[in-house]
Each structure stands twice: as structure tokens, then as C-alpha cells.
């Protein structure tokens, strides 16, 4: 609910969409396309390089002037006005949500609880910037006086599929003699796979957790100390081979990471969205302060272009709008998100966790249960290997998924003719899903009858394009902000908190319970349910058959 207006699906400006979606299901992009010559045009937005092509959607004028009726409801701008402005829009954590203050400029101001948080904000940036320059430039030693030339990142969830996805796709930034890597699953191959080529002298670890208390990050962080000093012997290397990112300086302290070697944020900063805190210091390591500056301009761009621009041009909200349309009127239970770039292949990922972990929610911001779908299923792979892969169902499958296609026009690995090859895959896919082939086309073709159902592609099938000149540290900031602000107003829309995670605990604290009873001698009393119980039987009789 927003605005004690109501429950959002019985709202006028709802169900004027539902009415209108009786017509619009009806209607076939092929037709909408030859009945309007400027349809590519008018509906297409470009904000900061980057350009949304949104006229493959299933929509006409009308469903967004609706839509567009329904975000001006909802109150988003004033929602937006209260997340920029500090407010404590994290209500069930009492926290303001001010991840757009960690790429504001040096003199812009923004106050919490009275106190303007833009020099601390800097304060860290130029901490991190000193430090990554030490490193970068072989300054920073090891305890045998030897520089530095692997990063590890410690990290789950926030803490590493920010960091990762960014490096990834700007390692062709990177310093080639440093090498950036990430472990961050409980499965102990992770580490050991990383770090069997490393030598213990030359590497750095961040252990990177906003609470400190996250179970895998610990213990993850807890072999690195052991391995580190399996290999030196000596307790004062950790100094030197440690660096903590955090907003828990005790627990850092209390792991034995000098506080000098901590850097800090914020309880505003979710972890989802803290890639440009100072999580992401193994990507400042990497490519350097100028580039990860460069990269939060484009974030600071694109916020101020949500902040500011009218909603019709607006790109975050049009794209939240268009995915509230095909998730509420559609029936659309996922999203595919295809970015036509190798260095975006960890974006799918990423964007799983800020999409699904921010809107996965059924209970709205009065505590009652939604009576509409919230967050969708996030799902992606980067093309062209997608099209050999799971492409089949969304060309002919019977679901409805609506995609976004991510490319540029220049590579920044050319090669060959590979990038207009990759290009012109990606605008195939977005054509021929949207207007497919008719059986009369496969049989003028020649096809035999028995195959033209087979042959046949009924299209209409809704998709984005979003194209950049480049992937550049600025673009991928953009492009970054651009989901995370999408994300922010479908949430508004749907009246839910969009900041907290509750869902995540309670997993959690059942693991807690069960580790002992894997790890006990003694074969322990089980008082789960049935199937849990009789899991943790065969696990452990499992290992004692291995003996
Ligand atoms: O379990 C979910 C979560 O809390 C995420 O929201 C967060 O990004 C991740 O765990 C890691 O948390 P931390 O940075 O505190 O280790």
C-alpha cells in the first residue's frame, strides 16, 4: 500500500491497466510497428550515452500514459525525494538508504541525523585511493619485504558479487603483474582452488563483510590467516597481509585486523548496493582511483538523471514500469537479463541479488500481506552463449519472459569481425522474438507442412535494448545505477521495503543449529522433522563409510 490509498491491486490506476490490458494482449508488435513509422523513435530514451530502445514492449501510448499514472500515485517522487533527501526509508531497520551519497561530489552536502555525511564519504575514497596506489605501486610489502601481487576478496553475497561483476568487467583495465581474485563460497574448494597457484609472500587478503559476523566470510577468513601463517610463522605477517572492509570495527579489531587497516561505511549502505563503498577496494587495486572515480561519475550521473528528469524520459522508471507491467498484467513470472559482453557475464548474478534480494517480499510497508506479485525471478547469461543454450524457450517455449539485450558499438577486445558478429546476434534475437516468423513465411520457404508448426514463430515477445558507445568505467556505472534505481521505484510501486533481507535469516540460523550435530563424535539427538533428521543421518553414516 502507498498512501493509505488502498490495496494496490484495487486502486483506479491499476485496475485502469487491467482493463486496458484486455486490448493490448490482443494486439501483435508486428502490427504496432507497421501501423506507426516512428514507434523505434518515440519510444526510445537516451540519458548520459546511454540509450533504452523500449519499443519492443507490448505496449501503446496509452499503457504508458497508465503507467505512468500509477508511478505518480504511488507517490514516487516522493519516495525518491525522501531516499536522496536521507530519509529513514529502511523502516524495519531504521535506516536511511544513501547508497547515491557514496558517488556524490566532494562539495555537495547531505545531512544524517544533523551531521553532513559527504566528508566521511571522501575521507574513505582518498584512504582507499592512498592505499590502492601503495599497492599498485609496490610500496605496499609483504612480511618478506616482498610487493604485492594477488588481491583476494573475502566476501559473500554484497561483498562479492559487487566487487567481482565490476572487476570483471573492467579488468581489461587491470595492471597485468596484479593479479585480482574472489573466494567467497563455504565450500572449501573455493579457497583452495584460488589460492593453490598464490604465494603466500605476494598476497593480500581484503576480507570485505559489512557485519563481520557473516559465517562463510569468517571462516574463509579464518583459513587465509592460517595459511598465511603456515607460511611465514610468524603472527606480526597478518598486518601485512590483512586489510579489512567493514562497518564493524570491533569484530575487526577482535579477528586481529589492526583498525588502522579497516575501511569503513556506513548502516546506510545495504550490501547489494555497496560497490561503490569501499567494497570495492580490490576494484580500486585493480584498475586504479582514476578509473573507480571515473566509474562513480557515471553513477552520480545517472542518479541525478532519476533525480531529476520528468518520468516519461525518465530511464529507471520506464524500465520499472514496463517490468510492473508484464509481472502484474502478463502473468510474467521472470526477466532475462542478456548482456551481449563477456566482461558482463557476472552481471546476471549480480543483478539477482539486488533485483531478488531487494523485491523478493510479500509483506508490504503496513505489515499486511501484498494482494499483488512483487520482485520476479532474475535470470541471464551473457549472448551469444545463451542462445545455444536456453534461447529455445524464450523464442518458442509456452511462457511469456520479457528480456533486456545489453550492448555497445565498440569492443573493447577487438578481434576480427567477432564484435559485429556479437552485435548483429544480439539485435537478431530482439527482432526475432518480437516479430517471429508466420507460418505463410515458412511455407513460401518450402518447408514441408508437417514441420511449419515447428518452424513457425509466433513473436511478440517483449524485450529492451540498452546501447553504449563502450564499457567504460563511466558507462558501467550507468548501467549499474540504472538497475539499482529500477529496483528502488518497482518497490516503491509495489509498496514494499525494498532494503531489508529478513528472508535470509532464518536458513541461517537452522545451519547453526545443524553444524554440531554434523561435526559431533558421538551420533547427536536429532529433534528436526523427519526429513532433516534422516538427511543428517545418511550425511553422517555417508562419511563414516568413507573411514
Ligand atoms: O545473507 C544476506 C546478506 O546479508 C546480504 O544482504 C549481504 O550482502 C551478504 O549477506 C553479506 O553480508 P556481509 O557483508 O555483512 O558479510
Same mark, same amino acid.
Given at each position: ?10 486502486? =483506479? ?133 616482498? =610487493? ?14 559487487? =566487487? ?384
Amino acid at each position: 500500500m502507498t498512501k493509505g490509498r488502498g490495496t494496490l491491486s484495487q486502486r =483506479p490506476e491499476w485496475l485502469a491497466l487491467a482493463q486496458h490490458c484486455e486490448t493490448v494482449r490482443s494486439l501483435h508488435l508486428r502490427d504496432l510497428f507497421a501501423a506507426d513509422a516512428e514507434r523505434a523513435e518515440r519510444f526510445a530514451v537516451e540519458a548520459g550515452g546511454l540509450l533504452l530502445d523500449y519499443s519492443k514492449n507490448r505496449i501503446t501510448d496509452e499503457t504508458l500514459r497508465l503507467l505512468l499514472d500509477l508511478a505518480r500515485a504511488s507517490g514516487l517522487k516522493e519516495r525518491i525525494e525522501a531516499m536522496f533527501g536521507g530519509e529513514k526509508i529502511n523502516v524495519t531497520e531504521g535506516r536511511a538508504v544513501l547508497h547515491v551519497a557514496l558517488r556524490a561530489p566532494r562539495q555537495s552536502r547531505l545531512l544524517v541525523d544533523g551531521e553532513n555525511i559527504i566528508p566521511g564519504v571522501h575521507a574513505v575514497l582518498d584512504r582507499m585511493s592512498a592505499f590502492a596506489e601503495r599497492v599498485r605501486g609496490g610500496d605496499w610489502r609483504g612480511h618478506s619485504g616482498r =610487493p604485492i601481487r594477488h588481491v583476494v576478496n573475502l566476501g559473500i553475497g554484497g561483498s562479492d558479487l559487487g =566487487p567481482r561483476m565490476v572487476w570483471e568487467a573492467l579488468r581489461h583495465y587491470g595492471q597485468p603483474d596484479l593479479q585480482i581474485a574472489f573466494v567467497s563460497n563455504i565450500d572449501g574448494s573455493d579457497f583452495t582452488s584460488v589460492t593453490r597457484e598464490l604465494d603466500p609472500a605476494e598476497t593480500l587478503f581484503i576480507v570485505c563483510s559489512k557485519t563481520f559476523t557473516t559465517q562463510e566470510t569468517l571462516a574463509n577468513a579464518h583459513a587465509a590467516r592460517r595459511w598465511c601463517l603456515d607460511a611465514t610463522g610468524d603472527e606480526s605477517a597478518i598486518a601485512k597481509h590483512f586489510v579489512a572492509v567493514s562497518s564493524n570495527a570491533q569484530e575487526v579489531a577482535r579477528f586481529g585486523i589492526d583498525p588502522a587497516n579497516m575501511f569503513g561505511f556506513w548502516d546506510w549502505v545495504g550490501g547489494r548496493y555497496s560497490c561503490t563503498s569501499a567494497v570495492g577496494l580490490s576494484v580500486m587495486i585493480g584498475i586504479g582511483p582514476e578509473r573507480f572515480r571515473e566509474m562513480l561519475a557515471g553513477f552520480h550521473a545517472l542518479d541525478e538523471h532519476f533525480r531529476t528528469a520528468p518520468f516519461e524520459r525518465n530511464l529507471p522508471v520506464l524500465l520499472a514500469l514496463l517490468g510492473v507491467w508484464y509481472n502484474g498484467f502478463f502473468g510474467c513470472e521472470s526477466h532475462c537479463v542478456l548482456p551481449y559482453s563477456q566482461s558482463l557475464w557476472r552481471l546476471p548474478a549480480y543483478l539477482q541479488q539486488l533485483d531478488m534480494e531487494s523485491n523478493g517480499k510479500g509483506i508490504g510497508l503496513d505489515g499486511n500481506p501484498v494482494a499483488h506479485q512483487t520482485g520476479p525471478i532474475i535470470w541471464g547469461e551473457p549472448g551469444t552463449n545463451g542462445q545455444h543454450a536456453f534461447y529455445q524457450l524464450l523464442h518458442q517455449g509456452t511462457r511469456l519472459v520479457p528480456c533486456d539485450f545489453i550492448g555497445f558499438s565498440r569492443s573493447n577486445a577487438p578481434l576480427g569481425r567477432h564484435h559485429h558478429m556479437l552485435m548483429a546476434n544480439c539485435f537478431a534475437q530482439s527482432q526475432a522474438l518480437a516479430f517471429g516468423r508466420t507460418r505463410r513465411e515458412v511455407e513460401e520457404e518450402g518447408v514441408s507442412a508437417r514441420l511449419v508448426p515447428h518452424r513457425s514463430f509466433e513473436g511478440n515477445r517483449p524485450s529492451n535494448t540498452i546501447l553504449a558507445p563502450l564499457l567504460t568505467p563511466g558507462v558501467l556505472g550507468k548501467l549499474i545505477a540504472l538497475y539499482e534505481h529500477k529496483v528502488f521505484v518497482q518497490g516503491a510501486i509495489w509498496g514494499i521495503n525494498s532494503f531489508d533481507q529478513w528472508g535470509v535469516e532464518l536458513g541461517k540460523q537452522l545451519a547453526d543449529r545443524i553444524i554440531p550435530q554434523l561435526e559431533a563424535d558421538a551420533e547427536p539427538e536429532l529433534s528436526h522433522d523427519a526429513s532433516t533428521n534422516a538427511l543428517i543421518g545418511h550425511y553422517r553414516r555417508g562419511r563414516s563409510s568413507l573411514r
